[in-house]
């Protein structure tokens, strides 16, 4: 081997062992590149997963907060229907008492509701109609010193209950406004009673 071939030897060995070094750095730092990468893409799958639980959760409270507000909007519509049907149902059973048990609430009513001064008692036609003797003298009996009633002729426009008008300011007293201005506290009633 001549001194050109050793040469040449020389290069090609040196060039070998430097392109394995190459190599082998590439590799290297291939490697690392790949276990960051994939410590990069796990941490990215975990912050996705962490995300959608969050959205998840967060859906889920909204879902369950909706089905217990709509939940308590039933219930209490369906305590209020209740509500509205025991005060159709007193109403009905007001209007539906014997006459003497009918008159006897009015009567009170009437009493309760008199104001000083000579005033006027207005009923619907058919309480009119069947208005019992001597009933709005009894009223008076009860009203004493400074207070009267009479009767009017022509019937009222109202359901049942009476309307009182004392110069020309009218009064009503019929069962659906006596319920209505105490609402509140029957109202509070029922609900003792029907929950």
Known sequence: MNGIDKIIEDIKTESEATASEIVSQA???????KAAAKIDADAAVAKIRSE???????????AESAAELHSRQSILAKKQEL?????????????????DRYFAIIGK????????????????????????????E??????????KLTTVAEPAD???GFVLIYEGIEQNCTFDAELSARKDEFQDRIREILF
């Open 109 to 136: 009513m009437a009493v309760n509701e008199a104001q000083n001064g000579e005033g006027r008692i207005c009923f619907n036609k058919n309480d009119l109609a069947r208005l019992p003797e001597g009933f709005v």
């Open 138 to 147: 009894s009223i008076n009996a009860k009203l004493g010193e400074g207070r």
């Open 52 to 62: 959608n639980e969050r959205k998840e959760a967060d859906a889920r409270t909204r």
């Open 158 to 160: 109202i359901s049942d």
């Open 83 to 99: 509500i509205t049907e025991t005060f159709d149902e007193v109403r009905k059973a007001i209007n539906e008492l014997p006459d």
């Open 27 to 33: 590799s290297k730092k291939a490697d690392t590149i």
